[in-house]
């Protein structure tokens, strides 16, 4: 069974930076998009951003976070990053990285904690 593993979250200052990877176990190609979503304290967890594994990779992104993260892809090393800069209290949530498979169920990481705080 593929599964995904996080790494990178943390503590980080209002206006730092921080860059989260989606280690996947087999092969990427086993989803057709990968995600990062995200849940803060008494919300319900949220699409963040998302990329297509096939072709050029093309994203998509929630208004709140565009101009600021980027989500990457590197098919040859099975991984999927997400660059967050320009960060505020407001992105303080547990991150979670998603695959979804064109047929199939989807699956997810077990969530990094980014907490955005002086």
């Known amino acids: 069974q593929v599964q995904l593993v996080e790494s990178g979250g943390g503590l980080v200052q209002p206006g730092g930076s921080l860059r989260l990877s989606c280690a996947i176990s087999?092969?990427?190609?086993?989803?057709?998009?990968m995600g990062w979503y995200r849940q803060a304290p008494g919300k319900q967890r949220e699409m963040v951003a998302s990329i297509r594994i096939s072709g050029y990779g093309s994203t998509n992104y929630a208004d709140s976070v565009k101009g600021r993260f980027t989500i990457s892809r590197d098919n040859a090393k099975n991984t999927v990053y997400f660059e967050m800069n320009n960060l505020s209290p407001e992105d303080t949530a547990v991150y979670y990285c998603n695959g979804k498979r064109a047929l199939g169920p989807e699956s997810w990481g077990q969530g990094t904690q980014v907490t955005v705080s002086s």
């Open positions: 087999g092969s990427i190609f086993s989803f057709s998009v």
